[in-house]
């Protein structure tokens, strides 16, 4: 049981340059979050998903692009990087209901040079 | 919007002692949820230690307990016994309990994070 799997680990961009994070979970959850960490920050949420076909924007949604064809996979998609997105990248997926517990990927290292 | 504020960068504790973290929060929401998350440098989020704001008793996991005041909106972690294992960041965090709209959709809000550092 893998849990929540992030494509690629790392990884460096050049400015303008675009790419795809991807985010797989196994456990057939229903919701789906992308998160940004910044020193002194915290965590912040860019984009979330409720359900397969459905997204919705999070607090720091500018300049990223997110899409959900299917349940297990969320997909974060940058169109044009910048050197403000340069950051670590968290995906996130938890079960609708009551228990609450959310279920972290490790986390994409992303810098945008 | 619920803010989380985590007023120390950063703490230090000697292993075998104990240390407390702070966290407060703003909300005019009367029912959710209050975490600590741990991240070590693998990066992982690993979840310590959840609190249900409409059960009175602070919660405990083994070595980590909380100090949950609602009125005065605190939620302080402490680590009895510290180990060199616990030395990481902890981050607090706030989720509304999903209400019958289901507009909170279980989003965290996160405080910006406490380095501890632990002394052998």
Same mark, same amino acid.
């Given at each position: ?9 790392f990884r460096v961009l050049k400015t303008g340059q675009s790419m795809t994070l991807l985010c797989a979970q196994d456990? =057939?959850?229903?919701?789906? /979050?992308? /998160? ?27 300049? /990223? =692009? ?6 297990? =996979? ?14 670590? /990248? ?9 228990i609450p517990e959310a279920f972290f990927g490790q986390g994409t290292r992303l810098t945008v040079v | 919007a619920q ?5 120390? $960068? ?21 029912? &959710? !949820?209050?975490?600590? !998350?741990?991240? $070590? $440098?693998?990066?992982?989020? %690993?979840?310590? %230690?959840?609190q249900e704001a409409y059960k009175q008793q602070n919660a405990t996991e083994n070595r980590f307990s909380v100090n ?10 402490? %680590? ?13 965090? &706030? ?5 019958? #709209? ?8 996160? #405080? ?7 002394? $052998?």
């Amino acid at each position: 049981n893998a849990g929540v799997t992030q494509t690629p680990k790392f990884r460096v961009l050049k400015t303008g340059q675009s790419m795809t994070l991807l985010c797989a979970q196994d456990m =057939n959850h229903e919701y789906m /979050y992308w /998160y940004r960490q910044d020193p002194g920050m915290g965590l912040r949420l860019i984009h979330y998903s409720v359900g397969e076909g459905t997204t919705a924007k999070g607090e720091v949604p500018d300049g /990223y =692009n997110v899409s959900r064809l299917k349940k297990q =996979n969320f997909l974060l998609g940058l169109e044009s990087a910048a050197p403000s997105q340069t950051s670590v /990248y968290f995906c996130a997926s938890r079960r609708q209901g009551a228990i609450p517990e959310a279920f972290f990927g490790q986390g994409t290292r992303l810098t945008v040079v | 919007a619920q803010t989380v504020t985590q007023s120390q $960068p950063e703490m230090s504790v000697q292993e075998a002692e104990t240390v407390t973290l702070s966290c407060t929060y703003d909300t005019s929401e009367s029912d &959710y !949820y209050l975490f600590w !998350y741990k991240q $070590p $440098p693998s990066r992982q989020m %690993i979840l310590v %230690i959840r609190q249900e704001a409409y059960k009175q008793q602070n919660a405990t996991e083994n070595r980590f307990s909380v100090n949950f005041q609602k009125a005065a909106k605190s939620f302080s972690l402490k %680590i009895s016994d510290s180990q060199l294992g616990d030395a990481a960041m902890y981050f607090c965090a &706030y989720r509304s309990r999903i209400n019958a #709209g289901g507009t909170s959709y279980g989003k965290l809000t996160f #405080g910006q994070g406490t380095i501890l550092t632990v002394h $052998p």
